[in-house]
């Protein structure tokens, strides 16, 4: 099984409100990622966990808060955000380490839009 | 700036052709994936390719990885509408994967 699920498909949300993106693995990975995409380009880092503790933050905004409750889950905690803020969000994970470990296997996104 | 340069960036072509979609660096990486994308989906892994000179073939898909581990190629045959999407080549460093800037490819049926 190498699925990464992410919940909401598509959110739809004001610059006042809060809301929050989820991610789940059990492929037993012990990495997980945050991604943010623009159409047409590539994937952009924006946090890393690694073996539940915030290992690389690309000095994404505070309105963006990462959580990792568990091995399994992964929360995207959004507050305040701008209408550039609006693009895809992707979850990865992989099992970590070199070689074939940065195999990333990413979830099918949730379509964000700030109004 | 990115680590890893993929060309074409846009490729259009006719059902029952092939492409070749390329992706160099000046660095060296432990291991290489290919992933396709079609819009508004996450990326899916077509393939690692960990040791130098490697070739690994996925039905009509070929991927070849450079001796130095710095390139790597992806070659379609008899490409089919089906193939159409955004392909990205990506290299691991340190718990990071490094993008190319991608290829759109558009196969017209």
């Known amino acids: 099984d190498t699925e990464v699920t992410q919940t909401p498909k598509h959110l739809v949300m004001g610059m006042t409100n809060k809301k929050s993106l989820k991610c789940e693995q059990h492929?037993?990975?012990?990495?997980m990622y945050w991604y943010k995409q623009k159409a047409k380009k590539p994937p952009e880092l924006m946090f890393v966990?690694?073996?539940?503790?915030?290992?690389i933050n690309e000095s994404v905004p505070s309105r963006f808060s990462p959580e990792c409750p568990n091995s399994s889950l992964l929360n995207l905690h959004l507050h305040a955000l701008q209408p550039e803020d609006s693009a895809l969000y992707l979850c990865a994970s992989s099992k970590g380490g070199g070689g074939p470990g940065y195999e990333q296997y990413f979830g099918p996104g949730t379509r964000l839009t700030v109004t | 700036t990115q680590l890893l340069e993929q060309s074409p960036q846009f490729l259009s072509i006719q059902e029952g052709e092939n492409l070749t979609v390329y992706c160099n660096s000046s660095s060296v990486f432990s291991s290489l994936q290919w992933y396709r994308q079609e819009p508004g989906e996450g990326p899916v892994l077509l393939v690692t390719v960990v040791t130098g000179g490697e070739v690994k073939k996925l039905k009509r898909l070929t991927f070849q990885f450079g001796d130095a581990r710095k390139d790597s190629s992806l070659h379609i045959t008899a490409a089919q509408p089906g193939d159409t999407g955004l392909y990205l080549c990506a290299g691991g460093v340190d718990y990071k994967l490094s993008f190319g800037a991608g290829t759109t490819v558009t196969v017209r049926a």
């Open positions: 966990y690694s073996y539940e503790k915030l290992s």
């Open positions: 492929m037993g990975h012990r990495a």
